[in-house]
């Protein structure tokens, strides 16, 4: 498993590509320009891991597109030491950017082979979440709530209450809405009962499943 000098160039000219397509954030580039991303993808697909494209993974599921993974990682406004769910672990990249940015990771994926994948290679490159999970992400995590933030990596066909419910006051739920499309969608809770709702145009996920282990 190595990082060369020519990964570590087509990274920087990903991020040129994510400033390019408005991505701000200064920490969320940082984090892309340091992550390995051809390391969390099958190796027949090495030469294409610095492209901005989402590309398949194990159980048929996929790893997101660069730009989407920027998108909700800069909607998330992480600050270190945040507690932070993450819904659909799928390869790790995602749960990466979040342990970059300093977050304190617990993130659940339903599919099991990639669950044991994923939990065995994270820490082989030195990725250590708090806890991932095993799971049915439209639970969430009762036990481990509140939230400052909540992920979903999946096109969600409705939003959770549960997911609602674990975020903290003043915490963030980013959310796909939707069917064959999906809104990304941001929401704020300002109150016990009250959350500020705002939405950010077409992205496409795999669905979300609910019932399958
Ligand atoms: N964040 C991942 C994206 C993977 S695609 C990455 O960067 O690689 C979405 C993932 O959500 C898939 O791995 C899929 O198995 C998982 N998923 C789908 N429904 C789920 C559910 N109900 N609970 C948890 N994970 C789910």
Redesign the pocket.
Known sequence: MKDTFKHHGMRQQLVEILINKDIKDKNVLKAIGKIPRHL?MDSGFIDHAYQDKAFP?A?D????QPYT?AFQSELLQITPEDKVL??????????AVLLELGAKVYS????KE?YKKTSTFLPKIGYRAKQLIF????KGLPEEAPFQSIIV??GAPYVPNPLLSQLAIGGRLVIPVGDKVQVMTLFIRKGPKEFEKHEFGDFR??????DKN
């Open positions: 969390f993974i159980a599921q996929t790893i997101s993974v993450e819904i659909g672990t799928g390869s790790g990249y995602q749960t659940i994926e339903r599919q990639l799971g049915d992400g439209y990596t999946a996920f795999v669905p979300m499943l609910e």
